[in-house]
């Protein structure tokens, strides 16, 4: 069930939708009154107003004076509700939502419980919105009748707990569980659609999901202004589920969207890598979704590895084999990356969990410099830079320090150390949201 709640300026205008006597109303009969509180029976629209009024007298400086209220429940829950049943939900809503006080971290309150029992209000059932899926609406006195201003301080989330409270008592499905809901299907509609591509493409993938069988989303993409989409979200009839909230591990999300695609595709991937010229991954992304970002800019020069054929490698993974793993052959647990060290960038594969593992610790939505972060961890990951700064350019350790000789060492938890020897040369710079006074 979900419960919506503002406090409005436009009272009479709200008042009139919610009775049926708006011109929009086109089936004012699908309209039918629930109930009143403390009003006379019989008024129409403005004489519900003018009740009102006299309540605010003295309040002249309160601007919104009318609470809208909307309740909907799931339509399977109210099939044979009478007016009665309807009335009782109400009466259940509002005890509910008078309980909610809204506190601060501390546990200490910074708003009071409402009076909405106490005060002026009409409550209407409405049936003629798209689909026929009832709901109430109602508009609430922001002064109850002893002359106390019901507070509005994030009046949304009073309304939101009181929806759910009662919807636990009867045993309904939460707003929380129908997104939830909504939310696994939508992913497995999404996994689908990769599964079925031949071969990766963005466009391609838009397409499949909004002219999927018996589906009706569409995607929405948020573009920078080089035209390369920077983040995606699904709509779902009113509602919009973000990439991030799709899937496991943010697996759909633009930075991962095309490595899920090739743990579908192996074959596919291994026959790109033999026959597709150089490509970089962008630490996120193949050369095929260069129109999904993050995509690093092409470097000035990309230096051949000359260091991977000389006999000297393989002299000095032999001295250094404690942890010697080679990630300069493509494996299908693995992501192609370019790491750039001065300018000059070295072509690897690394494990996708372990690159999935740096966007998670430098999430590029919080995290200002994630990306010279991303390819310090994966120089560090790769030992073609070692802590103290020296450059190896080859698949083993760099020096004799032992900071990579630990044979038992799982690869995730040598990426966290990485990862955490990133943070302490380069520091993290967080991203600012808003003005700042």
């Not at 009181?162 to 939830?180: C, F, H, L, P, S």
């Not at 070692?386 to 995730?412: F, H, I, Q």
Request: charge should be neutral; proline fraction near 4%.
């Amino acid at each position: 069930m979900i419960g919506k709640a503002k406090a409005i300026s436009h009272g009479i205008n709200n008042l009139r939708y919610i009775m049926g006597e708006s011109e929009n109303k086109k089936h004012p009969e699908k309209i039918d009154l629930i109930c009143t509180q403390h009003l006379p029976l019989g008024l129409d629209a403005m004489g519900v107003w003018e009740s009102m009024q006299a309540s605010l007298a003295g309040h002249d400086k309160l601007k919104n004076t009318l609470i809208q209220v909307e309740l909907s429940p799931a339509k399977e829950h109210t099939e044979h509700f009478t007016i009665e049943d309807w009335k009782k939900l109400w009466m259940d809503f509002i005890e509910e939502f008078d309980k909610q006080t809204i506190k601060d971290n501390s546990d200490k309150v910074k708003s009071k419980t409402t009076n909405l029992a106490g005060s002026k209000s009409v409550v209407y059932l409405h049936r003629e919105s798209k689909g026929e899926i009832p709901h109430l609406h109602g508009g609430v006195c922001r002064v109850d009748e002893d002359g106390n201003v019901n507070n509005d301080h994030e009046i949304h989330l009073r309304a939101q707990r009181a929806a759910e409270a009662v919807a636990i008592k009867r045993g309904w499905n939460t707003a929380m569980d129908v997104r939830a809901s909504n939310a696994e299907h939508i992913a497995s509609v999404c996994m689908n659609v990769l599964k079925d591509m031949p071969k990766w493409s963005w466009e391609d993938y838009v397409t499949r999901i909004e002219h999927a069988e018996g589906e009706n989303l569409k995607v929405k993409a948020r573009t920078d202004s080089q035209g390369n989409v920077k983040g995606y979200a699904i709509i779902c009839g009113k509602a919009k589920y973000k990439a991030s909230e799709l899937g496991k591990n943010r697996s759909l999300t633009c930075s991962k969207l095309a490595a899920t695609w090739w743990r579908f595709h192996p074959a596919s991937v291994a026959k790109q890598e033999e026959t597709r010229p150089s490509t970089s991954r962008s630490f996120h992304t193949i050369n095929d979704a260069s129109k999904v970002l993050p995509v690093t800019p092409k470097p000035k020069r990309i230096e051949v590895d000359k260091w991977n054929d000389s006999p000297k490698r393989d002299v000095y993974r032999e001295k250094n084999s404690s942890f010697n793993v080679d990630y300069t052959t493509w494996t299908p647990d693995r992501s192609p990356v370019d790491i750039d060290i001065e300018g000059s960038v070295y072509k690897r594969y690394l494990p996708t969990e372990v690159l999935n593992l740096f966007d998670d610790i430098f999430d590029y939505r919080e995290v200002e410099n994630w990306k010279p972060l991303v390819n310090l961890a994966c120089a560090y990951f790769a030992a073609l830079l070692a802590p103290d700064g020296n450059v190896s350019a080859g698949g083993g350790p760099t020096n004799n320090t032992g900071w990579r000789d630990k044979k038992d060492e799982d690869e995730l938890d040598f990426a966290r150390c990485c990862a955490q020897m990133a943070k302490s040369k380069l520091g993290v710079k967080k991203k600012t949201f808003g003005l700042n006074r």
